[in-house]
């Protein structure tokens, strides 16, 4: 089943402590994305990707890293969280930047 | 996103339209998504412009005017399965970044017996 799965779906975590949201999509697709959504701000592109070794920064980067080393997975880094940090993250997928993409079920991130 | 507006929230009846309209401003732009979040859920893809026009995809179709910088979604005989955010999306590319994707707030849209 074509799909992008993000792991894990919740996590509580504490200010300071380093985490990794991954983020894997089995139709070989190029351009991969991460983004936070927020009550009344909608969904915010924090980076995007459109290949392997290919990143750049989008809309709210700061306080984020991502790598592409394959081009499957597409981790979210977040080295030291912050209150802040607390959101919704999706990650999504596709062939391109204009063409459909297909998002993960999405991580329910809060940072106390 | 800061640069796309869209209403907050429409009501409609079930089996009436509803059209949600998105007015944007970027100085690249590349091409206007449409996508429905039902709530707790994901987004899914609803439609794709590029060209200044109407494409249509069964009940649903979407409108776009480049030069005025607006689209438009229009819901034909809504179901109660309708009712779910509808995000406007649009993809800039500037000298300084080749893929970004700007989203509005999104539309509540909900649809009554």
């Known amino acids: 089943e074509a799909q992008v799965t993000q792991n894990p779906r919740y996590l509580i975590t504490v200010t300071g402590k380093k985490l990794t949201v991954t983020c894997s999509q089995n139709?070989?697709?190029?351009?991969m994305s991460w983004y936070r959504q927020d009550p009344g701000l909608g969904l915010r592109q924090i980076y995007y990707?459109?290949?392997?070794?290919?990143?750049d920064k989008g809309d709210v980067p700061e306080g984020y890293k991502v790598s592409r080393k394959e081009k499957r997975n597409f981790p979210l880094i977040l080295e030291s969280p912050s209150p802040n940090q607390t959101s919704l993250y999706f990650c999504?997928?596709?062939?391109?930047?204009?063409?459909?993409?297909?998002f993960g079920q999405g991580t329910r991130l809060t940072v106390v | 996103g800061q640069n796309i507006d869209q209403p907050t929230e429409m009501t409609a009846t079930e089996g009436a339209i509803v059209q949600i309209n998105c007015t944007y401003q970027?100085?690249?732009?590349?091409?206007l998504f449409w996508y429905q979040q039902h709530a707790g859920e994901a987004p899914t893809f609803l439609s794709y412009?590029?060209?200044?026009g109407l494409e249509e995809k069964g009940r649903f179709s979407s409108f776009l005017s480049r030069s005025k910088g607006y689209s438009y979604l229009l819901l034909k005989e809504l179901q109660m399965k309708d009712s779910a955010s509808y995000l406007c999306?649009?993809?800039?590319?500037?000298?300084?970044?080749?893929?970004?994707?700007?989203f509005g707030a999104g539309t509540q849209v909900v649809v009554t017996p």
């Open positions: 139709m070989n697709h190029e351009y």
């Open positions: 999306a649009v993809r800039e590319v500037t000298t300084d970044s080749w893929g970004k994707l700007q």
């Open positions: 999504a997928s596709s062939l391109g930047p204009n063409t459909e993409a297909f």
């Open positions: 412009n590029v060209l200044d």
């Open positions: 970027t100085s690249g732009f590349n091409g």
């Open positions: 990707s459109m290949n392997v070794e290919v990143t």
